[in-house]
């Protein structure tokens, strides 16, 4: 964890804590890494859900792992069952919503 993904209005004397929204970023991208072998090259997932509970907090320099299980896919919409846990404990589960998309798709939809 660097930095970057903390907040540091609660880290008392440690310097700061992992930040709830860094969490869920790097669940996502966990997700999103976990589609990506399995899809065309010229297309994505975006997200357009989250359900997530923070857990128990992350000091600066801990290592994270997160995990990303897709449990269902309806036609372009995905399902996943997230995870990240530091060295000592969960700190943070709940589940992700993606869609496939092919990219580019978005900047024609706004012209």
């Known amino acids: ?7 540091t209005h609660v880290g008392g004397r440690r310097g700061g804590v992992l930040g709830t929204p ?11 890494a976990a589609t990506r072998p399995y899809l065309p090259s010229d297309h994505t997932t975006v997200g357009f859900g989250v359900a997530v509970r923070h857990l128990a ?6 290592p994270i792992t997160v995990t990303a299980e897709l449990l269902e896919a309806d036609d372009r919409k995905l399902l996943f069952k ?3 846990r530091n060295e000592r404990r969960k700190i943070g589960e709940g ?11 978005l900047d024609e939809r706004e012209a």
């Open 1 to 7: 964890m660097t930095e970057a993904m903390v907040t």
């Open 22 to 32: 860094s969490m869920i970023a790097l669940m996502e991208e966990a997700a999103e």
């Open 57 to 62: 907090p992350t000091f600066i320099g801990m």
């Open 82 to 84: 997230v995870e990240a």
């Open 95 to 105: 589940t992700l919503r993606r869609t496939i998309i092919r990219l580019g798709s």
